[in-house]
């Protein structure tokens, strides 16, 4: 079984083409998602997709086999060319995965490095997956460590502290524009996660605040949650409000634009329109005095951001890095385990048998049966003992599974599968979400 991430972000994709990859709703994801898993060489899988990403995470038993059919199942999807998404695709198998999949938890593979939303975003994905039955075992083995190497990335580094997201990077954009002006009215988009985050730092930055939402009940909910006033309007004052207002924020899950060429109409001053939502919320259009930016155009904010984290981040990789090598190193301990238990029980077996035979024969007494038993298990701990420390310090070498393999040859514990089995549901396993 082998590890495989496909990845498609902002690194290697530009924002038309993940428009066409995102997914927008869990149905799609669900059937995107059980699509790969009834492919034989796919044995679990997990799907991510973000505003700026597209992950699919996956245990497969065929690497080549399995991103084949992978990128196949995303062309056919996004309408987009097999060779193209290939060429583009960043793919990653085993310990790479396992250090991409790190460095995503703890946002160094982020737009906005250290930003605190792509955690919550993975679980959510780890989440859906495990509960629709499209991952097992060996992948939230690799979550909770994910999760485990985020939160140490988070406490070591000081990486999530601070205004640092996608929502916070576009509020930065239209605070520099209005500067030397307070009580500037914004209008926000939607109700969701995004929006909430965006008003938060639009009232901390001093703007004014006007949210719409197709549900307004919703969006009344969420303005009763900040403790200054929010003015929610109806949907269907969005075009007034939109040639009102100089600044507007967007972060709807809308599969397709909300606001089209015909919404907009020809303004005296100048208006900052900022699409952070993918697909975009706002279509191609063309207006005096109107200034759109997209995710992708808020990378001078983000470069800036980078420079800053860069120390940080160095940090960070140090401890990604770690978390790597201990996570292949814990998987290879559990491979011996099983095969330690299983030796034991079999020699516990013959013990076991050939007492009984003896007293069948009358070689010796029952009544020393116990005693026996006993002194032939304290005989068989003493010559067990060395071997079971040497493969568990093995574990941590490369060459540990052709050990691990001769090892049951000699000692014939393949011949009997059950028992292995039954070895390795020994092994407890917590598969809670690291918090």
Same mark, same amino acid.
């Given at each position: 079984?082998?590890?495989?991430?496909?990845?498609?972000?902002?690194?290697?994709?530009?924002?038309?083409?993940?428009?066409?990859?995102?997914?927008?709703?869990?149905?799609?994801?669900?059937?995107?998602?059980?699509?790969?898993?009834?492919?034989?060489?796919?044995?679990?899988?997990?799907?991510?997709?973000?505003?700026?990403?597209?992950?699919?995470? !996956? $245990? &497969?038993? @065929?690497?080549?086999?399995?991103?084949?059919?992978?990128? #196949?199942?995303? *062309?056919?999807?996004?309408?987009?060319?097999?060779?193209?998404?290939?060429?583009?695709?960043?793919?990653?198998?085993?310990?790479?995965?396992?250090?991409?999949?790190?460095?995503?938890?703890?946002?160094?593979?982020?737009?906005?490095?250290?930003?605190?939303?792509?955690?919550?975003?993975?679980?959510?994905?780890?989440?859906?997956?495990?509960?629709?039955?499209?991952?097992?075992?060996?992948?939230?083995?690799?979550?909770?460590?994910?999760?485990?190497?985020? !939160? $140490? &990335?988070? @406490?070591?580094?000081?990486?999530?502290?601070?205004?640092? #997201?996608?929502? *916070?990077?576009?509020?930065?954009?239209?605070?520099?524009?209005?500067?030397?002006?307070?009580?500037v009215k914004a209008l926000v988009i939607g109700a969701g996660e995004m929006s909430e985050l965006t008003i938060r730092h639009l009232l901390k930055s001093g703007f004014e605040v006007v949210m719409v939402s197709r549900n307004i009940k919703k969006a009344r909910l969420l303005a009763q949650s900040f403790d200054r006033e929010i003015?929610?309007?109806?949907?269907?004052?969005?075009?007034?409000?939109?040639?009102?207002?100089?600044?507007?924020?967007?972060?709807?899950?809308?599969?397709?634009?909300?606001?089209?060429?015909?919404?907009?109409?020809?303004?005296?001053?100048?208006?900052?329109?900022?699409?952070?939502?993918?697909?975009?919320?706002?279509?191609?259009?063309?207006?005096?005095?109107?200034k759109i930016y997209a995710v992708d155009d808020l990378q001078d904010i983000v470069n800036e951001n980078m420079k800053q984290r860069a120390a940080k981040a160095k940090e960070a990789y140090v401890i990604v890095n770690k978390h790597s090598l201990e996570f292949f190193s814990w998987l290879k301990s559990l491979e011996v385990e099983?095969?330690?238990?299983?030796?034991?029980?079999?020699?516990?077996?013959?013990?076991?048998?050939?007492?009984?035979?003896?007293?069948?024969?009358?070689?010796?007494?029952?009544?020393?049966?116990?005693?026996?038993?006993?002194?032939?298990?304290?005989?068989?701990?003493?010559?067990?003992?060395?071997?079971?420390?040497?493969?568990?310090?093995?574990?941590?070498?490369?060459?540990?599974?052709?050990?691990?393999?001769?090892?049951?040859?000699?000692?014939?514990?393949?011949?009997?599968?059950?028992?292995?089995?039954?070895?390795?549901?020994?092994?407890?396993?917590?598969?809670?979400?690291?918090?």
């Amino acid at each position: 079984m082998s590890y495989l991430s496909i990845s498609f972000t902002h690194k290697n994709t530009d924002i038309e083409m993940r428009e066409k990859l995102a997914f927008s709703d869990e149905m799609s994801k669900e059937q995107f998602l059980r699509k790969l898993y009834d492919a034989n060489s796919i044995n679990e899988v997990i799907l991510l997709s973000t505003c700026n990403r597209v992950e699919i995470i !996956a $245990a &497969v038993s @065929n690497i080549n086999e399995s991103q084949n059919f992978i990128i #196949s199942a995303l *062309s056919n999807y996004a309408n987009l060319k097999f060779d193209e998404l290939f060429e583009r695709a960043d793919i990653y198998d085993n310990a790479g995965a396992i250090h991409h999949l790190f460095s995503v938890s703890s946002a160094l593979d982020s737009i906005v490095i250290g930003e605190t939303q792509i955690v919550g975003q993975l679980k959510d994905a780890y989440r859906l997956s495990l509960a629709k039955g499209y991952c097992d075992q060996k992948l939230t083995r690799a979550m909770n460590y994910a999760f485990s190497c985020a !939160a $140490a &990335v988070r @406490n070591a580094t000081a990486l999530g502290t601070g205004s640092v #997201s996608v929502a *916070s990077t576009a509020v930065a954009k239209a605070k520099s524009l209005f500067k030397n002006q307070s009580n500037v009215k914004a209008l926000v988009i939607g109700a969701g996660e995004m929006s909430e985050l965006t008003i938060r730092h639009l009232l901390k930055s001093g703007f004014e605040v006007v949210m719409v939402s197709r549900n307004i009940k919703k969006a009344r909910l969420l303005a009763q949650s900040f403790d200054r006033e929010i003015d929610v309007q109806a949907y269907e004052n969005i075009n007034k409000l939109l040639n009102e207002i100089p600044v507007m924020v967007t972060a709807t899950s809308a599969p397709y634009p909300i606001i089209t060429q015909n919404m907009t109409e020809v303004c005296s001053f100048n208006r900052y329109w900022f699409d952070i939502a993918v697909p975009r919320d706002i279509d191609t259009i063309v207006s005096p005095n109107l200034k759109i930016y997209a995710v992708d155009d808020l990378q001078d904010i983000v470069n800036e951001n980078m420079k800053q984290r860069a120390a940080k981040a160095k940090e960070a990789y140090v401890i990604v890095n770690k978390h790597s090598l201990e996570f292949f190193s814990w998987l290879k301990s559990l491979e011996v385990e099983p095969v330690v238990k299983h030796m034991y029980t079999r020699a516990n077996k013959v013990i076991t048998t050939k007492v009984a035979h003896a007293i069948k024969k009358g070689f010796i007494d029952s009544k020393d049966e116990k005693n026996i038993i006993k002194l032939c298990e304290t005989i068989l701990n003493e010559f067990l003992h060395q071997p079971t420390k040497e493969l568990k310090a093995i574990s941590k070498d490369i060459e540990c599974d052709m050990v691990l393999s001769t090892v049951q040859t000699i000692f014939g514990l393949k011949s009997d599968a059950d028992d292995v089995h039954d070895c390795q549901h020994t092994i407890k396993f917590n598969n809670r979400i690291t918090n």
